[in-house]
């Protein structure tokens, strides 16, 4: 089965500075996708960026980039040049291959930023 | 603009009312999927459908009950609920060739008395 930790329930950042959210995973399936969503108050969960287990290069999407350490099992959300905006909870999670396609998702970290 | 919409936003029903909660998508993805998120816990995945057909059900009670009559919209019919399923409930969907990416809508925050 599939895990997602994410041991951090609450950063605090200054606006401007970089902030990395940690994430590690657990699972049996030799191929998997780890994906990161920002969840703001209003409820809705964002996608933000997607590690395939297989792809050589780590994931970037703008200021968004994952540190991904398959030996690790860790699948790290960096945000560079953090922003008011970017005050969020965020939820790391893992696909499940076998069976009907679904995420499981982990605790998530709330993140504030500081002005 | 979410490609996936929630109604209603916000619920709130006695334990002994009946509602349901609508979820609609025009993204051209054929999985729906209902999701619990409660306080201090992670999103709890409820039911799966795949081309209408129900493909998972995670030991959610029978006081929840899904519908999908199209690959468009997606029920939650609720029915003599209990003051801890007041929850956020999150619909998704996906694309079938997709890397696995669900669309979310904005949730539907319930409340039961």
């Known amino acids: 089965a599939q895990k997602i930790t994410q041991t951090q329930p609450g950063m605090f950042v200054q606006e401007k500075e970089a902030v990395t959210l940690d994430c590690t995973y657990d699972?049996?399936?030799?191929?998997?996708?780890l994906f990161w969503y920002k969840q703001p108050s209003s409820g809705e969960m964002i996608f933000l960026i997607y590690?395939?287990?297989?792809?050589?290069q780590n994931a970037t999407e703008g200021r968004y980039s994952l540190n991904f350490q398959k030996a690790r099992k860790s699948a790290n959300l960096v945000i560079s040049a953090s922003q008011l905006g970017d005050s969020a909870m965020y939820f790391c999670a893992i696909e499940r291959v076998q069976g009907a396609q679904k995420l499981v998702f982990g605790q998530g970290t709330r993140l504030t930023i500081n002005p | 603009e979410t490609g996936v919409t929630q109604t209603p936003r916000h619920l709130v029903m006695g334990m002994t009312n009946k509602k349901s909660l609508k979820c609609e998508q025009h993204l051209g993805h054929n999985a729906m999927y209902w999701y619990k998120q409660s306080a201090k816990k992670p999103l709890e995945l409820m039911f799966v459908y795949s081309l209408e057909e129900r493909v998972e059900n995670n030991s959610v009670p029978s006081r929840f009950s899904p519908e999908c009559p199209n690959s468009s919209h997606l029920f939650l019919h609720l029915h003599t609920l209990q003051p801890e399923d007041s929850a956020l409930y999150l619909c998704?969907?996906?694309?079938?060739?997709?890397?696995?990416?669900?669309?979310f809508g904005e949730g539907s925050r319930l409340t039961v008395l």
């Open positions: 998704a969907s996906s694309h079938p060739q997709g890397t696995g990416e669900l669309f």
């Open positions: 699972t049996s399936d030799p191929s998997y996708g």
């Open positions: 590690q395939g287990s297989y792809d050589q």
